[in-house]
Structures are given as structure tokens and as C-alpha cells.
């Protein structure tokens, strides 16, 4: 393998072992990499596995040809790296070993020696000259252990990278990189992403043109790939669009509810659905996959008053690794006290960042009607977006896109000349900054327009999200030309005359009308900005806070019925007549939807 015409490789497949570090299937082998610079200096990089003390020594002595090596660079103390350290030792006495204090203290451990009398301890940023090049040390520490170090070659522009960027797989296998460096990475430093992030965030300044990891190929081309797959793994975030269903079956009535799922998903348009029974397929396998997708689905049954143990067994995986940022549904199967869901909801409670869909599927013993329901409403759960990002498949003409827009809510007010008037309006958005111009829509039935139109001012008081109900009740839903919002409300004007509200606002803008639209059911006024405070720095109460946080949950009490989703209103009737206004917040039907 060509790396350098002064950079060797001298590591060692391995094809005999079963388990890498006692629990990973390799059916592809592993590869101990190792390798020497030959420059005025002689240095090598790691030693490898016991089992391959002669052949890497056979490769190394090749290489030196006649030469002797002037430094041992350790990089990570694992035995399958740090196995030949002594050997090595033995036979190169004049030569120097270099490492992080904590490899020394191991060293120690392992063989009985730190090496004094010819050690080189290095730390971050710690250079040293070979002759034409010098390198230079950078800690790393978690990736995988915490004594290891990364080695920056800045001549031939090569990081040498310890276990990070490394792979299952002997270096002959015909395999993708990506399926095995995931699991890999998941399985050995997935708990890590915060120092894997640090290291990354260290080697965002260097030049690096060739990574020479400790396991699988030297990495030389399309670099970029790899530091984003590992930017995207270590920040727990989604890298390939798809659901994972992990499921664990004992008389195949829960498997049989998963290949319904698993149809259903596909049918569905989701672009990958990758299923694994956990007793009989690789764990780290679906481990890596749960942390691939960006949805997982866990099927189980109830057992001995918990849950099967190889899910249990999948879950604390996925703990230790600090599974986050995930949508999980859960389908439980139990023939008495079935309480699988709930010890699954409890198990990932401390996982920062999980979303449990709506719909948990519960069967009693096998499939039957209602479980069959349960599983189609995942299904349309689950893959929502896919379907709405299908041309064949979408609602193209779904209003409710609209109520994503993000509004803030305010409260305009006027004067008639004789009384203050206030107003509730979402309907406020700055159009130009050079010179200020502001947009407010109101609709014409509302007093509001009326007086503005004559006045041609207002004050824009941007609400923030301290302001209670009772303010939405006071100033919208009733009209101003009945009766007075500002009764038992200090009084408080701005330059213009106006009125602006002592409490719950974090700003407000007095407005010169400079244009008006007519759209309609509402009238568009185009401002100019006369004034402009900042009152505090609470945040500006948005409609989605309002919706989630302000406005009282409606409760139907077994009651079928509409409620106003503006203001809360309750409309009681099978059927809501598509003209209906509600008698509150004056919004149309469109606002309003089914009482749950
Ligand atoms: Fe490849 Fe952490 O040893």
C-alpha cells in the first residue's frame, strides 16, 4: 500500500479472530495498522495484535532495510495496538518511545516498565523533528481511551488518527467503508461524540491530505466524506433518511405486526426501512442503524413483568451511546398486565431530545382489529413527511401550511379622537429596513380599521411571552366600539398620542400610515416607524407559544364539537356549517377544528 515515498505500511490482517474486543461479529476480519516514516530519522507508529508479533516484525524489519528505528510512537495503549510494545523494546534498545503520560502509566501496568530511562512524554501541540519534516502531537482523549494521541505529519500533510476514521474488515475485504465504520464507531466511541467533536473541531484548522488510522484503509481521497459522516456521528445527528424497526418476537405474533408496519412504511413512500430482530441478528448492527435513522420503532413483548431481555439489552446499548434526537414509537404485545410500552417510555426517559409519536400499537396476545388500526395510524404517523414531500402522494392543498408561517402576536392600538382602542393582529411583518417600512393587515370588521383609516396612526406592541390569557380575551375578542379594553389599565402614551400597554410587551413601534391596500375582508396598511422602545428582554410571544402555551386546553367531557383553535371557542354539534364565524375571535371556520 502506497502512502508517501518516505511513509510505510507495515500492519497486519487479521482473518482468524471471531469477536473484536471479545463482542463484534467480524465475518470480514480486522486489520492492525502500523506504519514508519523513514526520514532522517526513523519513526514507527504502533505495534499490533499479539497473535502477529512475527509478522509485523518480519514487516517492519523489511522496511527498515538495515536501518534501525529512532523512535516508537504510541498512539493508543489497546492491546491490539500495544501488544508488540516490549518486544519492540527488546530489540531496538537504542530506540525512544514516545507517548502521552497516561500511555506511560499503562505501559507500566501492562508491561511492568514506563520506560523511564528512554521515554519522550508528549502532550498537545508537543513537536518532533525527524529531519525534513517535524510532527506534531494533538490529545485525543476518548478516542477510544483516554492516553491517546493523534500525530500531525505537516510535510506529507498525513494525520495519523488512532481508531478514529478506522473500520471492522481486514484490509482485503471488498466492503463499503461507510456500512463498517458506523458500526464500528457506534460500537467502540458512540458514547464519545462530545470528544470526537473536540478532536474534529482541532483538525478543522489543518491541512490534512491522507488520514493513516489504526484500522481499516488509509483514507487519501474525497476526505471531505469522511469528516462529514463523522461530524454527523459524533453530533448524534440524522444521516440517512429511513426508519428503523427493532423487534423482538416469541411466537411471531409480534414479528407478524412488524412485517405489517414494515409494508405499510414502504407503501408509504419511506425512503428505507430496515428491520432486525435483536435475538438473532448482529446487535451492534442494529445499534448502528438506530443511530443512522432518524426514526426507530421498538416491538416487544411484556416479560416477567418487563420487557424481552434482548430488547432490554438493545436499549442500554443505546443509552451508553447517548442515544438522542430521535422519533421512537413503540409496539408492545402482552397477554396479561401488558406494561411493555410503558418500561420502554421509561427506559429512554433520560435520553436528551426523543420524540414518542401520538400512537403506541398495543396487542393483546396476537393481531386483531384494533391493533391493525393502531399500526396503520403509525404508519400515516411515521411517514407524514415522506408522503407530503411525494408528488403522487401529497396534499396539495393543505391550508394548515399557512399557520406555520412564524407570526408573532401583537396588540395594535388607536384613538378615535375620543376613546383608546386596542386589537389583537398576527398580522405584522417588517417589509424594508432602509427606509423602515412596517406591514399590518387588519380586517375590516374590526373597529380598528375603521379608526386607523381616519387617523392614519397606530402603535405596534409586540407581546412577549409572559402575557397571560386574559390579555387575548381583553384585547381580542370583543370590539372596542362597545367597549373600553383600557379600563383599570395604566396609562401609558408614546409621542404619537397613542396608547401603549405597561405590561407583557417586550417592545412597541408607533406607526405613519404611508399606504393602504385594499385586500378584501382586510385592509393592508404599508408604515413608516415614528418611534420605536425596547421595553425588556422577555421573548415576543409567537402564535405557535400561544397555541401550546397561553391558550386553555379545550376539554370535549365525552362533548363532540369544534373549537376555535384562535381563541378556544367551543362550538358544540356533529357538523360545524362551513360559514360559521366564531362569536369570540370573529375567525372563520377554517380555524376551527374537532373536538378530541
Ligand atoms: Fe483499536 Fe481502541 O483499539
Same mark, same amino acid.
Given at each position: 500500500?502506497?502512502?508517501?515515498?518516505?511513509?510505510?505500511?507495515?500492519?497486519?490482517?487479521?482473518?482468524?479472530?471471531?469477536?473484536?474486543?471479545?463482542?463484534?461479529?467480524?465475518? /470480514?476480519?480486522?486489520?492492525?495498522? *502500523?506504519?514508519?516514516?523513514?526520514?532522517?530519522?526513523?519513526?514507527?507508529?504502533?505495534?499490533?495484535?499479539?497473535?502477529?508479533?512475527?509478522?509485523?516484525?518480519?514487516?517492519?524489519?523489511?522496511?527498515?532495510?538495515?536501518?534501525?528505528? @529512532?523512535?516508537?510512537?504510541?498512539?493508543?495503549?489497546?492491546?491490539?495496538? *500495544?501488544?508488540?510494545?516490549?518486544?519492540?523494546?527488546?530489540?531496538?534498545?537504542?530506540?525512544?518511545?514516545?507517548?502521552?503520560?497516561?500511555?506511560?502509566?499503562?505501559?507500566?501496568?501492562?508491561?511492568?516498565?514506563?520506560?523511564?530511562?528512554?521515554?519522550?512524554?508528549?502532550?498537545?501541540?508537543?513537536?518532533?523533528?525527524?529531519?525534513?519534516?517535524?510532527?506534531?502531537?494533538?490529545?485525543?482523549?476518548?478516542?477510544?481511551?483516554?492516553?491517546?494521541?493523534?500525530?500531525?505529519?505537516?510535510?506529507?500533510?498525513?494525520?495519523?488518527?488512532? #481508531?478514529?476514521?478506522?473500520?471492522?474488515?481486514?484490509?482485503?475485504? #471488498?466492503?463499503?467503508?461507510?456500512?463498517?465504520?458506523?458500526?464500528?464507531?457506534?460500537?467502540?466511541?458512540?458514547?464519545?461524540?462530545?470528544?470526537?467533536?473536540?478532536?474534529?473541531?482541532?483538525?478543522?484548522?489543518?491541512?490534512?491530505?491522507?488520514?493513516?488510522?489504526?484500522?481499516?484503509?488509509?483514507?487519501?481521497?474525497?476526505?471531505?466524506?469522511?469528516?462529514?459522516?463523522?461530524?454527523?456521528?459524533?453530533?448524534?445527528?440524522?444521516?440517512?433518511?429511513?426508519?428503523?424497526?427493532?423487534?423482538?418476537?416469541?411466537?411471531?405474533?409480534?414479528?407478524?405486526?412488524?412485517?405489517?408496519?414494515?409494508?405499510?412504511?414502504?407503501?408509504?413512500?419511506?425512503?428505507?426501512?430496515?428491520?432486525?430482530?435483536?435475538?438473532?441478528?448482529?446487535?451492534?448492527?442494529?445499534?448502528?442503524?438506530?443511530?443512522?435513522?432518524?426514526?426507530?420503532?421498538?416491538?416487544?413483548?411484556?416479560?416477567?413483568?418487563?420487557?424481552?431481555?434482548?430488547?432490554?439489552?438493545?436499549? @442500554?446499548?443505546?443509552?451508553?451511546?447517548?442515544?438522542?434526537?430521535?422519533?421512537?414509537?413503540?409496539?408492545?404485545?402482552?397477554?396479561?398486565?401488558?406494561?411493555?410500552?410503558?418500561?420502554?417510555?421509561?427506559?429512554?426517559?433520560?435520553?436528551? =431530545?426523543?420524540?414518542?409519536?401520538?400512537?403506541?400499537?398495543?396487542?393483546?396476545?396476537?393481531?386483531?382489529?384494533?391493533?391493525?388500526?393502531?399500526?396503520?395510524?403509525?404508519?400515516?404517523?411515521?411517514?407524514?413527511?415522506?408522503?407530503?414531500?411525494?408528488?403522487?402522494?401529497?396534499?396539495? /392543498?393543505?391550508?394548515?401550511?399557512?399557520? =406555520?408561517?412564524?407570526?408573532?402576536?401583537?396588540?395594535?392600538?388607536?384613538?378615535?379622537?375620543?376613546? @383608546?382602542?386596542?386589537?389583537?393582529?398576527?398580522?405584522?411583518?417588517?417589509?424594508?429596513?432602509?427606509? =423602515?417600512?412596517?406591514?399590518?393587515?387588519?380586517?375590516?370588521?374590526?373597529?380598528?380599521?375603521?379608526?386607523?383609516?381616519?387617523?392614519?396612526?397606530?402603535?405596534? /406592541?409586540?407581546?412577549?411571552?409572559?402575557?397571560?390569557?386574559?390579555?387575548?380575551? =381583553?384585547?381580542?375578542?370583543? *370590539?372596542?366600539?362597545?367597549?373600553?379594553?383600557?379600563?383599570?389599565?395604566?396609562?401609558?402614551?408614546?409621542?404619537?398620542?397613542?396608547?401603549?400597554?405597561?405590561?407583557?410587551?417586550?417592545?412597541?413601534?408607533?406607526?405613519?400610515?404611508?399606504?393602504?391596500?385594499?385586500?378584501?375582508?382586510?385592509?393592508?396598511?404599508?408604515?413608516?416607524?415614528?418611534?420605536?422602545?425596547?421595553?425588556?428582554?422577555?421573548?415576543?410571544?409567537?402564535?405557535?407559544?400561544?397555541?401550546?402555551?397561553?391558550?386553555?386546553?379545550?376539554?370535549?367531557?365525552?362533548?363532540?364539537?369544534?373549537?376555535?383553535?384562535?381563541?378556544?371557542?367551543?362550538?358544540?354539534?356533529?357538523?360545524?356549517?362551513?360559514?360559521?364565524?366564531?362569536?369570540?375571535?370573529?375567525?372563520?371556520?377554517?380555524?376551527?377544528?374537532?373536538?378530541?
Amino acid at each position: 500500500m502506497y502512502i508517501s515515498d518516505t511513509i510505510k505500511y507495515i500492519g497486519v490482517n487479521d482473518r482468524k479472530i471471531d469477536l473484536f474486543e471479545g463482542q463484534y461479529a467480524v465475518p /470480514n476480519g480486522m486489520a492492525y495498522n *502500523s506504519y514508519v516514516i523513514m526520514d532522517e530519522k526513523v519513526a514507527v507508529f504502533d505495534t499490533v495484535d499479539r497473535n502477529f508479533s512475527h509478522e509485523w516484525l518480519d514487516n517492519l524489519q523489511k522496511t527498515l532495510a538495515g536501518r534501525r528505528p @529512532d523512535y516508537l510512537i504510541v498512539s493508543h495503549m489497546e492491546p491490539d495496538h *500495544s501488544a508488540n510494545i516490549a518486544a519492540f523494546a527488546n530489540l531496538f534498545p537504542d530506540a525512544k518511545i514516545v507517548a502521552s503520560l497516561k500511555a506511560f502509566a499503562m505501559m507500566q501496568n501492562f508491561f511492568g516498565t514506563d520506560f523511564q530511562d528512554r521515554r519522550v512524554v508528549v502532550g498537545e501541540g508537543d513537536t518532533l523533528s525527524l529531519g525534513a519534516r517535524e510532527l506534531s502531537f494533538h490529545t485525543a482523549p476518548m478516542v477510544h481511551w483516554p492516553e491517546v494521541i493523534m500525530t500531525y505529519d505537516s510535510k506529507d500533510k498525513v494525520l495519523f488518527s488512532a #481508531d478514529a476514521f478506522g473500520k471492522f474488515g481486514a484490509l482485503d475485504a #471488498d466492503e463499503d467503508w461507510a456500512c463498517e465504520a458506523r458500526r464500528y464507531y457506534f460500537g467502540i466511541v458512540g458514547k464519545y461524540g462530545a470528544q470526537v467533536q473536540a478532536v474534529l473541531k482541532k483538525l478543522a484548522g489543518a491541512d490534512v491530505k491522507t488520514i493513516c488510522p489504526l484500522h481499516g484503509p488509509v483514507l487519501a481521497e474525497n476526505l471531505d466524506y469522511y469528516l462529514r459522516l463523522y461530524g454527523i456521528w459524533s453530533s448524534y445527528g440524522i444521516e440517512t433518511e429511513g426508519i428503523l424497526i427493532a423487534y423482538t418476537s416469541v411466537y411471531g405474533n409480534t414479528k407478524k405486526a412488524v412485517d405489517l408496519l414494515a409494508d405499510k412504511l414502504k407503501e408509504k413512500g419511506c425512503p428505507k426501512v430496515s428491520v432486525t430482530d435483536l435475538a438473532r441478528d448482529d446487535m451492534a448492527e442494529a445499534v448502528e442503524d438506530a443511530f443512522r435513522y432518524g426514526k426507530v420503532v421498538l416491538a416487544t413483548t411484556t416479560y416477567n413483568a418487563d420487557i424481552f431481555p434482548f430488547m432490554r439489552t438493545f436499549i @442500554d446499548h443505546l443509552k451508553e451511546r447517548n442515544f438522542s434526537n430521535r422519533t421512537v414509537a413503540l409496539i408492545e404485545n402482552g397477554s396479561w398486565a401488558p406494561q411493555a410500552a410503558k418500561v420502554m417510555k421509561e427506559l429512554l426517559s433520560t435520553c436528551k =431530545n426523543i420524540k414518542f409519536t401520538d400512537t403506541t400499537v398495543h396487542i393483546k396476545s396476537a393481531l386483531g382489529e384494533e391493533s391493525k388500526n393502531q399500526i396503520m395510524s403509525l404508519a400515516d404517523e411515521l411517514c407524514q413527511e415522506y408522503e407530503a414531500q411525494r408528488a403522487d402522494t401529497a396534499n396539495k /392543498n393543505d391550508l394548515k401550511a399557512l399557520f =406555520n408561517i412564524g407570526y408573532g402576536l401583537y396588540v395594535v392600538t388607536s384613538n378615535d379622537g375620543v376613546k @383608546d382602542n386596542g386589537l389583537i393582529v398576527n398580522t405584522v411583518s417588517q417589509l424594508t429596513s432602509s427606509p =423602515n417600512r412596517v406591514a399590518v393587515a387588519i380586517n375590516k370588521d374590526n373597529y380598528s380599521h375603521h379608526v386607523i383609516r381616519q387617523t392614519g396612526i397606530m402603535n405596534v /406592541n409586540c407581546l412577549s411571552t409572559e402575557a397571560p390569557f386574559s390579555v387575548f380575551q =381583553n384585547y381580542g375578542f370583543r *370590539s372596542g366600539r362597545s367597549v373600553d379594553k383600557f379600563e383599570g389599565v395604566a396609562e401609558l402614551r408614546s409621542d404619537n398620542g397613542l396608547r401603549f400597554l405597561p405590561q407583557y410587551i417586550n417592545s412597541f413601534m408607533s406607526l405613519k400610515v404611508e399606504q393602504y391596500i385594499d385586500m378584501g375582508t382586510h385592509g393592508l396598511f404599508i408604515c413608516s416607524v415614528t418611534e420605536a422602545r425596547v421595553i425588556s428582554k422577555a421573548e415576543t410571544m409567537t402564535y405557535t407559544y400561544y397555541q401550546n402555551n397561553v391558550k386553555p386546553k379545550p376539554e370535549a367531557d365525552g362533548k363532540k364539537g369544534f373549537v376555535c383553535k384562535v381563541c378556544g371557542y367551543v362550538y358544540e354539534g356533529d357538523e360545524l356549517p362551513e360559514d360559521f364565524v366564531c362569536p369570540l375571535c370573529k375567525h372563520g371556520a377554517a380555524d376551527f377544528e374537532p373536538l378530541k
